[in-house]
């Protein structure tokens, strides 16, 4: 791969370990995968912030990182709500590992917003056509396929080490050859809400890492194209998918001729009841729509079971309101984290979510049984004594 002089420089150490090891990172990657150079990026999202993920070694090597990030950059969900950590039972010592993290990651620059949805707080992150370096999956499927910006699946040290160099390697989704739609999928089912999960979750499946174009009968909204890929990247490893008629690349490219058709009854079919002991929303984050319509299906009743949402800090700051009256409910609301990266949720035994994603996760990340329900059944569920 072809480096100009200024990066020739910092290969051979000439800005010191921590720009060295990351341009050697972004090489390896742009070597193993053919990339001819390095492309700027306009931001950076970074995994690797929770410590039930990272642990003791993760940490160890964020703090030894010496510099500045040459752009905006932010974090990925972390192990706790920042603030409230003790609500949700997080023991001092993970509460100070946890801090150590934030505090290292901020040392080198990056803004300590804890979120999957960098979309929704700030609107300069990446734009159609722009280049960056994101590395939470539903993040990364949001910006390929919603905004139509250009990321790989970076991991946490791929995406920390674009951050500090500005540039990430050409290869990849960041080229029109990668983007073309490999795989037609026709959805014969009217999709409302929680069915784009739903759907996300039978599609991952079958569709491992291709492109997907979706011919849908109902035009979905940007929570549930969220949804939708989220789920995808979850039960599969889909970073770009295509919706006609709505999604801005999707009349780019030709029809592809493997053609997938799923019916309502598949869809149905994610979903199923049960006794949960904790009930979960926020799978990516919820935003200030979702969260107004979980106001709305409350209606000002009290919740008699343990509910989560989990959302950023900055929709939590922006929307006190909200907030207030969810809390009035008995909804506990939790900022900089979520029901499946904190270890927080692994007391609980049975978690009903609306989320595809989510649904994916919890048997094995947090090793409790998940049902997927729609958001009004979950809403109804945390009703039940
Ligand atoms: Fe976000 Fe956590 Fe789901 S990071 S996408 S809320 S698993």
Redesign the pocket.
């Known amino acids: 791969m072809y480096l100009n002089p200024e990066e020739e420089k910092i290969f051979n150490g000439e800005r010191g370990p921590t720009f060295q090891k990351a341009i050697e990172i972004l090489t390896a990657l742009g070597d193993i995968y053919g990339a001819d150079r390095l492309i700027p990026i306009k931001s950076a999202q970074i995994a690797g912030v929770s410590y039930k993920t990272i642990g003791e070694a993760g940490l160890e090597w964020i703090s030894d990182l010496k510099g500045k990030v040459a752009v905006p950059s932010i974090l990925?969900?972390a192990g706790m709500d920042m603030e409230c950590w003790k609500e949700m039972g997080i023991s001092q010592d993970f509460a100070d590992k946890q801090e150590k993290i934030i505090r290292a990651y901020e040392a080198l620059g990056v803004r300590t917003e804890c979120s999957?949805?960098p979309y929704n707080i700030f609107d300069n992150l990446a734009g159609f056509g722009d280049h960056v370096a994101w590395s939470?999956?539903?993040a990364i499927s949001y910006a390929n396929s919603v905004i139509g910006a250009r990321t790989n699946r970076e991991g946490g040290p791929s995406a920390l080490s674009a951050a500090l160099i500005g540039k990430t390697a050409n290869y990849g989704f960041h080229l029109d050859e990668n983007r073309e739609p490999t795989i037609l999928i026709k959805v014969e089912a009217e999709l409302h809400d929680s069915d784009y999960g739903a759907l996300g979750y039978i599609v991952g499946e079958m569709a491992g890492d291709r492109v997907p174009l979706f011919k849908l009968s109902s035009i979905p909204a940007k929570d549930e194209l969220k949804s939708l890929g989220?789920a995808m990247a979850a039960s599969g490893a889909v970073a770009l998918y295509h919706v006609l008629g709505v999604t801005p690349e999707a009349g780019k490219y030709e029809i592809p001729a493997e053609t997938l058709t799923i019916e309502e009854k598949q869809i149905k079919d994610v979903y199923s009841s049960g006794e949960p002991d904790l009930i979960a929303f926020?799978?990516?984050?919820s935003s200030v729509g979702e969260l107004r319509k979980l106001v709305r299906l409350l209606n000002g009743k009290k919740v008699k079971k343990e509910v989560w949402i989990?959302t950023s800090r900055a929709i939590k700051n922006r929307h006190p309101e909200l907030i207030r009256k969810l809390e009035k409910s008995g909804v506990k609301v939790f900022c900089d984290t979520?029901?499946?990266?904190s270890p927080a949720s692994e007391r609980f035994t049975c978690m009903m979510v609306n989320?595809g994603?989510?649904h994916k996760?919890v048997p094995n990340l947090c090793g409790v049984k998940s049902i997927m329900a729609t958001t009004e059944e979950c809403v109804s569920a945390a009703m039940m004594g």
């Open positions: 990925n969900p999957c949805t939470e999956s539903s989220a926020g799978c990516p984050h989990c979520c029901m499946v990266v989320s994603k989510a996760y």
